[in-house]
């Protein structure tokens, strides 16, 4: 027996020797059939291995010239808060309008030095002006009427004094009289009769000098309380005159100390009301801070904390001095001094300066810079750079206070890693930065 293999049907067949042939039976696994099913093995083996032990991570690739990297640290964190403080004189003084009038004359000019009761201005007020003249005339009319009435009192009291002499001259002759007749009539050298006349007549000069004496009195007194009054209606007069003056004084506008009138707002010929503000003037010995806080912070801001400010290229520590709860517009007013009464040199009146406030007193701390990434992760997490510095990795962290320069590291970085701080907004759900 031998095989004998057919090129074209690519079967073998078994050829007797001597005897009848006898034709195989078809192979089932062919050629193809093997080729296709060790392919799908291997595609299977694929899938199996990226199922098990291949890298599911998103990634995107990042030119690493348009990131912004930063790295973590230890350190002191201070948290503070950065205002906008404003350059004010320690002490001013507003120019109010006391008394309404027209500009009559300017004495100086905003920006110049002044000294404590120099005029600034005068103004001129017609009606007021003739107020006062009225009431001097009237002054002078009642100081004319006392004396007028000082002098007719005064005769009239003479007259009635005059009188009384006379009744007492008589009456002093009618006692001699009455009594010389007393001892006549005992002696019966009179009659009845002229004694009864000389009696009656010393009762009637006696009871005439009583009268006499108490018109003269009541007359003192009536001209005492009719003086007392007119006085007093003169002094009240002279008051009125001394305001009316104290008036007219009102209409010169004074400096109430020495300083640098830093704003006139007058004009010669314009008119002014009472109690408009014309102008000011600046105690320039000392200088405060005044700024306005966002009324987030009313809470956390008393008088005594610190903050700092650099002014010509050194920097100068700030103290609050004074806390304004009052909240307008959403902020609230706080006045600062200068720490230990160093003002900076060179300083001046209405010019601001970037401060930072001090909320508290500082600790240490891990720290990583502020960054764009805040805005997209909310702090819960960030891309934190390999070793290498090929690529960044998304790791989930925890932040606690912030200040406009770090943010407090409460877990999941360590001092040292690199980060990416810039906006993510682009990045989507990716979870690896290929840095290229």
């Not at 195989?24 to 595609?43: D, M, S, W």
């Not at 008394?99 to 017609?126: A, C, H, P």
């Not at 002229?194 to 007549?201: F, I």
């Not at 003192?220 to 001394?242: F, H, V």
């Amino acid at each position: 027996m031998h095989f004998q293999y057919d090129a074209k049907s690519h079967l073998i067949t078994k050829q007797p020797s001597h005897k009848m042939d006898r034709v195989l039976e078809k192979k089932k696994n062919t050629p193809q059939k093997i080729a296709l099913i060790a392919a799908g093995a291997v595609v299977l083996a694929i899938v199996i291995y990226n199922l098990l032990f291949a890298e599911h991570t998103s990634k995107l690739n990042v030119d690493s010239e348009r990131i912004t990297v930063g790295k973590v640290q230890e350190g002191v964190f201070q948290e503070f808060i950065a205002i906008d403080g404003s350059v004010e004189p320690l002490k001013s003084f507003y120019l109010d309008i006391i008394e309404g009038g027209r500009v009559d004359k300017i004495f100086t000019d905003d920006g110049r030095m002044v000294q404590k009761g120099d005029t600034i201005l005068k103004l001129s007020n017609t009606t007021l002006q003739i107020d006062f003249m009225t009431r001097e005339t009237q002054l002078y009319d009642l100081m004319n009427e006392r004396q007028n009435s000082e002098i007719q009192m005064k005769q009239d009291l003479i007259k009635k004094q005059n009188e009384l002499a006379e009744i007492e001259y008589n009456l002093a002759l009618i006692d001699r009289k009455y009594k010389r007749n007393q001892m006549l009539i005992k002696e019966k050298v009179i009659s009845r009769e002229e004694y009864e006349a000389s009696k009656d007549e010393y009762e009637y000069q006696t009871k005439r000098k009583e009268l006499a004496d108490r018109s003269v009195k009541q007359d003192t007194r009536l001209m005492q309380e009719r003086l007392r009054q007119l006085d007093e209606s003169i002094n009240r007069m002279k008051a009125n005159i001394n305001m009316a003056r104290g008036t007219l004084n009102n209409l010169y506008v004074i400096a109430p100390f020495t300083g640098q009138l830093s704003t006139l707002k007058a004009e010669v010929g314009e008119s002014k009301a009472p109690g408009e503000n014309i102008g000011q003037i600046d105690d320039l010995n000392g200088y405060k801070i005044k700024a306005n806080i966002d009324e987030h912070y009313i809470s956390r801001v008393y008088p005594g904390l610190t903050g700092s400010f650099d002014f010509n290229g050194k920097t100068y520590q700030v103290k609050v001095a004074k806390v304004i709860p009052e909240v307008q517009n959403n902020t609230f007013e706080v006045d600062m001094e200068f720490a230990n009464g160093t003002t900076p040199e060179g300083i001046r009146r209405g010019q601001t300066l970037q401060i930072k406030l001090n909320l508290n007193g500082g600790g240490e701390a891990v720290l990583v810079p502020r960054g764009g990434f805040y805005q997209s992760t909310g702090g819960n997490w960030i891309f934190v750079v390999d070793e290498s510095g090929d690529f960044a990795t998304k790791r989930n962290i925890k932040l606690g206070r912030q200040n406009p320069n770090y943010y407090e590291v409460l877990d999941g970085l360590r001092p040292g890693e690199k980060v990416v701080l810039s906006s993510y907004d682009s990045y989507g759900d990716i979870d690896r930065l290929e840095l290229q």
